[in-house]
């Protein structure tokens, strides 16, 4: 879990290849829903443009589908992001006989938030954010793009949604005795360690 902008799709990228772990950013399933021009697609794009959330419903029947797909361990990147959907989620691990093992919370600052998302732009080959602000091309030759809510305007708009909508979810783990706090205001490298260190124990 964690705000816009606080590097949940960096570190589940390294905890995938260091795991072995299935990496389920929804974020990233919906807008390849949206790229292929799905009925599904077509339905969210204005929502997640504006910064504004998924229906629930839809969220939760698209997850359980994943989630049954796999017998793999999953990093859920995005996951649940309202307290009906972690119910729902609870829900459908006893009903697939799966469990959660840590509820990890990547902590940022908004200011740092704002800073990181107005300069972000991915690779339309391999999805992953430039390195620099002024490199023409990404590092495997891929063509550069900003994400159309990583406007200004909804950036600030995501950030009111993840107060109002996300950040009950983290009551609802509090007292779960599986949710960790973690300073992402750190480099990469560092919120990666104190993520495995999280890891280790619950291995
Ligand atoms: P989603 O794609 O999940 O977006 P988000 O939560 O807003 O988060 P981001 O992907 O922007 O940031 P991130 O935390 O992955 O950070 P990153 O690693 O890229 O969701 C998009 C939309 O889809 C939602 O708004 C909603 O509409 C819809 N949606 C998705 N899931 C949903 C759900 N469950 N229910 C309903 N709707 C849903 O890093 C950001 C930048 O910072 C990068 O440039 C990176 O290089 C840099 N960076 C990362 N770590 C560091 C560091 N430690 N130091 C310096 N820079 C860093
Ligand atoms: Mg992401």
Partial sequence: MGCPGAGKGTQSAKLKETWGLKHISTGDVLRGEMAAGTQIGKQVAALINHGNLVPDELMI????????????????????????????????????????????????????????????????????????????????????????????????????VYRAQTLPVKNFYANSGKYVEINGNQTPQQVFEDICKVLKKVK
Avoid: W
Avoid at 94 to 117: F, H, N, Q, T, Y
């Fill in 61 to 160: 029947a698209m997850l359980e589908n994943i989630i049954a797909s796999t017998d793999q361990g999953i990093i859920l990147d995005g996951f649940p992001r309202t307290v009906a959907q972690a119910q729902a989620l609870d829900a459908m691990m006893s009903r697939l006989g799966r469990e959660i093992s840590a509820v990890v919370m990547i902590d940022l600052p908004e200011a740092e938030v704002v800073k990181r998302l107005s300069t972000r732009r991915l690779c339309k080959k391999c999805g992953k954010p430039a390195a620099t602000t002024t490199q023409p091309t990404c590092e495997c030759g891929g063509e550069l793009y900003v994400r159309a809510d990583d406007a200004p305007e909804s950036v600030k708009h995501r950030l009111e």
